[in-house]
């Protein structure tokens, strides 16, 4: 998704916005530029296609400036070039955007009957000529006319040529962070361009003007009524956002699990006692989530996408076994179009590491439109599903880098569990001492994951055998298919494999047919109660040729005729095999895509957070 930064202050602008644009690199993007208020008070506007680096070149360094905004472009409307990257001027606008204007095309015609032609295929070049038809002097102004006439995601910073010095901002949709410090005002697409400058930020709420001069920030309402920024305060360090040793971000996130675990449990836990007894339990007082959300359910509704989507999925199956609730995952961008039932008796979650994809955004809007009762799982602190949301479970996982997602999934993992452990003792469907057992199952889990990233040399010997694949299933069963679903993606949006997820049992219903020597499978074996139909399953490939993969449980007692590797999980509880075994498909994604030589944390064609539609 696009990346945006605005400064202005006393240091070199070009300096403050190149190093930005760096930070907001794992967003995902095609193009770059920036523009500055050079000394003679002129905007100098220098663009690029390609890498941040490249841009960075073309930034003559005697170009002195205190005030600029600097873009990523990840191209939606218009394809990827020098004319269609951000910024965009026109008249005395300049502006850079991130979100989609949906109806720029009657925008587009209603400018040129003024005599406005964009001279670039992109919805922002139209933002930019409408901004510049409704200015005459008052910036606040011309962007409050402007947005009542825009349809869809916004986030745009401003320079008016004769305003130097200002930057003016909005929002509707896409996310905008800003902070003042005593270097100058800062506004960013997120925290992780902040972060260097300040800990402590604000978020800009949806339609509110922002002025950035060098000694403050200023925010008014469309009206031009003043407001008063609520300040946020991160938790995690510079370091957290680098990749502190390891190659790649991803590396290093699948290796930081074990602690973003714990600090997603460990400050749930709560001892209780009951007849002199102590008892370790889930409790969410200090998430502010009350037991009644849990109670007098008729179902539940789980709506995330990719990733936050598949942890949905092993959510529904723990749910349904321990609160014995019916419960629907749902896709965002199918649940959003449609008309789905629900009432103060429904609840919906929603899951996103992010908290600002749009189609997960949108069906929590819907959802809160017909009085279902929301909750959202969360990674980053102060998002807008975070803000919309009913009621909020952070995962502490730290800020995650790499567009593929890891420990903000086994972080969305152990939300599931903890929430369902302590929905279903409320609802008085755990004894205290089942759900105490249970919770301590669950933190058991953590040492589990560093016993899988042990197996390290494994991984490369299986990934080696990957990277010539054309197409690769991932089956199981249970929560084995759910976890093949995320062990899809995985490899897909990092190796560019084409892989498929199947439930096991469904194999003969047509896809065995493409079964062949040259099709790997992945078979997930973890669940003893399904054990002996999985094997058979993985007979039925065999048979057809398939070089397989096994994931099993460590005491499977599965025939070494069945496959080619074998990857045995820690001793551990079906219940809780996902999450070492959710380890197992990371480093086999995460090396295959090395081993083929591919940009593991940048991903083609793909952005970190989906901020459009
Ligand atoms: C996961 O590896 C992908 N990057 C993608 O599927 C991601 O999970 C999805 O876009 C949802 O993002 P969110 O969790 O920030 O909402």
Request: proline share 3%; with cysteine.
């Amino acid at each position: 998704m696009c990346g945006i930064i605005g400064f202005s202050g006393y240091e070199r602008a070009t300096d403050v916005l190149l190093s930005g644009l760096s930070a907001l690199e794992y967003r995902g993007y095609d193009s770059a530029g920036i523009s500055c208020f050079t000394k003679d008070a002129k905007i100098t506007t220098i663009k690029s296609v390609g890498k941040v680096s490249e841009l960075k070149a073309l930034v003559p360094g005697e170009l002195k400036s205190d005030c600029g905004i600097g873009h990523t472009r990840w191209a939606t409307h218009g394809g990827v070039s020098r004319t269609n990257a951000h910024p965009h001027s026109c008249g005395n606008v300049t502006l850079i955007h991130n979100g989609i204007i949906e109806n720029y095309l009657a925008l587009r015609d209603t400018l040129a009957a003024g005599g406005r032609t964009p001279v670039s295929d992109t919805d922002s070049e139209i933002a930019a000529m409408l901004i510049d038809s409704l200015y005459t002097g008052d910036a606040a102004a011309a962007l409050a006319a402007a947005v009542a006439h825009l349809e869809g995601a916004y986030a745009f910073c401003v320079l008016f040529s004769d305003q130097p010095g200002k930057i003016y901002c909005i929002r509707k949709g896409s996310p905008l962070v800003a902070c003042q410090t005593e270097m100058g005002s800062i506004i960013a697409s997120d925290m992780v361009a902040l972060l260097r400058y300040s800990k402590d930020y604000f978020v800009l709420e949806e339609n509110l003007i922002a002025c950035l001069t060098r000694d403050e920030i200023t925010l008014t309402t469309l009206d031009g009524t003043p407001v008063t920024p609520d300040y946020l305060t991160v938790t995690w360090d510079v370091s957290s956002a680098q990749k502190n040793g390891f190659k790649h971000y991803m590396e290093k996130e699948i290796h930081e699990q074990p602690d973003a675990l714990s600090r997603t449990i460990m400050p749930r836990l709560v001892r209780y006692s009951e007849n002199g007894t102590f008892y370790m339990l889930p409790d969410f007082t200090a998430d502010g989530i009350p037991d009644s959300v849990f109670l007098g359910l008729s179902r539940i509704i789980i709506t995330a996408c990719g990733t936050a989507m598949h942890a949905g999925m092993m959510g529904k199956l723990l749910f349904e076994e321990l609160l014995r609730i019916p419960v629907t995952v749902d896709i965002a961008s199918e649940f959003r179009y449609q008309n789905p039932i629900l009432d103060e008796n429904t609840l919906v979650i929603t899951v996103s590491q992010s908290g600002e994809t749009a189609d997960t955004l949108a069906a929590l809007r819907l959802a809160r439109k017909k009085g279902a009762r929301t909750l959202s799982i969360v990674n980053v602190k102060g998002s807008s599903i975070a803000r919309e949301s009913g009621h909020v479970f952070y995962t502490h996982a730290g800020p995650e880098i790499a567009v593929a997602s890891t420990k903000a999934y086994t972080a969305q993992l152990a939300a599931f569990y903890l929430i369902v452990f302590r929905a279903a003792y409320a609802a008085g469907q755990l004894s205290i001492a089942e759900c105490a057992k249970y919770t301590e199952q669950l933190a058991a889990i953590i040492p589990s994951i560093q016993q899988v990233l042990e197996q390290k040399d494994e991984f490369t010997k299986i990934s080696r055998h990957l990277t010539k694949a054309n197409d690769l299933f991932f089956i199981g069963r249970g929560m084995d298919y759910a976890l093949s679903c995320e062990g899809s993606i995985k490899l897909k949006e990092i190796s560019y494999i084409h892989s498929e997820a199947y439930a096991a049992g469904e194999l003969k219903h047509g896809t065995l047919s493409l079964i062949t020597s040259e099709v790997p499978v992945i078979a997930l074996a973890t669940q003893h109660d399904v054990l002996p139909k999985m094997v058979s399953n993985i007979k039925e490939v065999r048979a057809r040729g398939a070089f397989v993969i096994l994931v099993a449980a460590a005491d499977a007692m599965i025939e070494e005729e069945l496959y080619d590797f074998r990857i045995n999980l820690p001793q551990i509880s079906d219940r809780f095999a996902p999450f070492a075994a959710a380890v197992v498909l990371q480093m086999i994604a995460y090396n295959t895509s090395y081993l083929r030589g591919l940009d593991v944390d940048q991903p083609r064609h793909l952005a970190k957070s989906v901020t459009v539609e």
